[in-house]
């Protein structure tokens, strides 16, 4: 079933614009799934990501390149499964043409909530300074044949959060102060079918 659409990325505020470059900054922006199981038993769900990678002809390879650059955690009663530390939060891309679907599956217990992030992996070098990363993309949510029925009924948020920076040594932020950073936040709702009630069936 359908959840929403997402953008992913580290990109300028502005465009390029001569006598812009002291208002423009740079934006990490993210997607977070809040996913509340109102069941009284557990549910093994798998979110399915269907990104379009970004092209650009003749010009620097954008990123994404694959779903290798994306970082991903899940957050379940406050427990934090990271997609690099533990099997369960792992982001597995499905084998296809375009190869551009990635499938997480985890588990909720019985009327717990969790929650999912996707963001661009800004450990790795280049991605910050270089914000030329942008990915697009919608999520869909399945009810796995793992979970205690046949039926689940979820309350499901999805929402878009970004955070605002400005980097003043033109690689990153470390040793800024937040004054000078110009650090910011962004966060919006995404629209939802059926007011965020999804009833999944694994028949």
Same mark, same amino acid.
Request: hydrophobic fraction near 40%; charge should be neutral.
């Given at each position: 079933?359908?959840?929403?659409?997402?953008?992913?990325?580290? %990109?300028?505020?502005? +465009?390029? *614009?001569?006598?812009?470059? !002291?208002?423009?900054?740079?934006? $990490?922006?993210?997607?977070?799934?809040?996913?509340?199981?109102?069941?009284?038993?557990? $549910?093994?769900?798998?979110?399915?990501?269907?990104?379009?990678?970004?092209?650009?002809?003749?010009? #620097?390879?954008?990123? +994404?390149?694959?779903? %290798?650059?994306?970082?991903?955690? *899940?957050?379940?009663?406050?427990?934090?499964?990271?997609?690099?530390?533990?099997?369960?939060?792992?982001?597995?891309?499905?084998?296809? +043409?375009?190869? !551009?679907?990635?499938?997480?599956?985890?588990?909720?217990?019985? !009327?717990?909530?969790?929650?999912?992030?996707?963001?661009?992996? $800004?450990? %790795?070098?280049?991605?910050?300074?270089?914000? !030329?990363?942008?990915?697009?993309?919608?999520?869909? $949510?399945? @009810?796995?044949? @793992?979970?205690?029925?046949?039926?689940?009924?979820?309350?499901?948020? #999805?929402?878009?959060?970004?955070?605002?920076?400005?980097?003043?040594?033109? %690689?990153?932020?470390?040793?800024?102060?937040?004054?000078?950073?110009?650090?910011?936040?962004?966060?919006?709702?995404?629209?939802?079918?059926?007011?965020?009630?999804?009833?999944?069936?694994?028949?």
């Amino acid at each position: 079933m359908l959840v929403s659409t997402f953008e992913v990325l580290v %990109k300028s505020q502005l +465009p390029p *614009v001569p006598g812009l470059e !002291n208002l423009s900054r740079k934006v $990490i922006q993210g997607y977070f799934l809040t996913i509340a199981n109102v069941n009284f038993f557990p $549910i093994t769900v798998s979110l399915v990501f269907t990104v379009q990678f970004p092209k650009n002809p003749g010009g #620097p390879a954008p990123l +994404p390149a694959d779903f %290798k650059d994306f970082l991903n955690a *899940v957050d379940i009663s406050g427990k934090n499964l990271f997609s690099d530390l533990d099997s369960e939060a792992t982001l597995v891309p499905e084998i296809g +043409p375009k190869k !551009n679907k990635a499938r997480l599956t985890f588990t909720l217990p019985e !009327n717990e909530t969790g929650l999912l992030l996707l963001q661009p992996d $800004i450990r %790795k070098a280049g991605i910050l300074s270089e914000a !030329n990363f942008e990915a697009r993309g919608y999520v869909e $949510i399945f @009810l796995s044949s @793992l979970s205690g029925s046949d039926t689940a009924t979820l309350l499901v948020t #999805p929402e878009q959060r970004g955070t605002f920076f400005k980097s003043l040594d033109g %690689k990153n932020l470390d040793g800024k102060a937040k004054a000078d950073a110009g650090l910011d936040q962004i966060a919006y709702s995404l629209p939802v079918s059926n007011g965020g009630v999804f009833k999944l069936s694994n028949s």
